[in-house]
């Protein structure tokens, strides 16, 4: 049996998507039900990795940090890097955090540091959650973030809030299909759920048991497209045709070797580039790389093949590197 999934108490803004596709006890992306990349791949993979090894340590990479202590002090709209999916976004006054992932995950460390010790964030208002992946939805630090900021809203994908346990009736919550818009109470700020090409498992036997999806935040005539974790598809195409172009474009453009295991869950800096003129963008900032070493590839070949493609006149828009932790002005 197929069913449609939406939040009947949230508006939808786009006529054509009749809701989220779910079938038995799955989201799927259209009418079949999928798998997930066999074990037996996953362990091959795991012990052939001498030669990506070797090549890692030919091409070494730090991902720069700029350490500011007052960085939520900052005054106007801007945005930050904190690393890998997680950006502070301020605008109108309003302060966002997407997918916080702040800390070492279970057996892969984070290699680089935050540009403020994490007591700092404080006065959040909205947190933004793609999936539940532990390298965007990060227990500890969502935890601790709903400690330190009573007042957060959370706005996430439909029943992901399974995985909030005890703080499920501590906090305030917002769960959405792709195409609804969340409610901010602001006529300045809108923020919506749109599609991703992806999936997602915690455990053994919840694959797909939980949405994932992107974010669009527009305030006043700004547009900001959050792209989550995702494979290249027709949705960015599609997300134009429904919301316009973006001014800026957090692209995801790490984690895609190999290819056979990678490809459908992940994007290349190649095809990241490719779905940011999909959807029209003016500013491309990466995203999804450096922070966490998750796959094969060198871990600056994303940031080298994205110059590459800047400077060969590949790119249609300007592309933005900015630090973990460098404030980059909006609107």
Request: glycine letters at 6%.
């Amino acid at each position: 049996m197929i069913e449609y999934l939406t939040n009947p108490q949230l508006p939808s803004i786009n006529e054509d998507f009749r809701g989220n596709i779910f079938m038995n006890g799955q989201f799927e992306m259209e009418a079949v039900n999928t798998r997930p990349v066999p074990f037996f791949t996953i362990l091959q993979w795991q012990f052939n990795k001498k030669e990506v090894k070797k090549a890692k340590k030919a091409q070494p990479y730090q991902v720069p940090l700029q350490k500011e202590e007052h960085l939520l002090d900052t005054s106007g709209n801007w945005l930050a890097w904190l690393g890998h999916s997680s950006f502070l976004i301020r605008l109108g006054g309003k302060t966002i955090i997407t997918d916080p992932c702040l800390t070492d995950l279970p057996f892969i460390k984070r290699l680089v540091g935050l540009p403020f010790s994490f007591e700092k964030l404080q006065n959040i208002d909205y947190l933004l959650i793609s999936h539940g992946h532990r390298d965007h939805y990060d227990q500890a630090c969502i935890h601790k973030l709903i400690e330190q900021n009573p007042a957060i809203q959370l706005l996430m994908p439909l029943k992901i809030s399974s995985l909030l346990g005890k703080y499920r009736s501590r906090t305030s919550f917002q769960e959405a299909g792709w195409y609804q818009q969340f409610n901010t109470e602001s006529s300045d700020l809108s923020i919506y759920f749109l599609p991703a090409k992806h999936w997602n498992r915690r455990g053994l036997l919840d694959y797909n048991r939980t949405l994932w999806g992107s974010f669009w935040i527009q305030y006043k005539d700004f547009k900001l497209y959050f792209a989550g974790d995702t494979a290249y598809y027709s949705h960015f195409t599609e997300i134009k045709k429904v919301l316009g172009a973006p001014d800026v474009c957090l692209m995801p453009v790490g984690a895609y070797r190999p290819a056979h295991i990678m490809n459908e869950a992940h994007t290349s800096p190649i095809e990241a580039v490719r779905g940011f003129h999909d959807l029209g963008g003016k500013t491309f900032i990466p995203m999804h790389y450096g922070t966490y070493d998750l796959a094969d590839e060198p871990l600056g070949e994303p940031i080298a093949l994205l110059t590459h493609l800047q400077t060969q006149g590949q790119l249609n828009g300007s592309l933005q590197m900015p630090a973990v932790g460098e404030v980059f002005p909006l609107a």
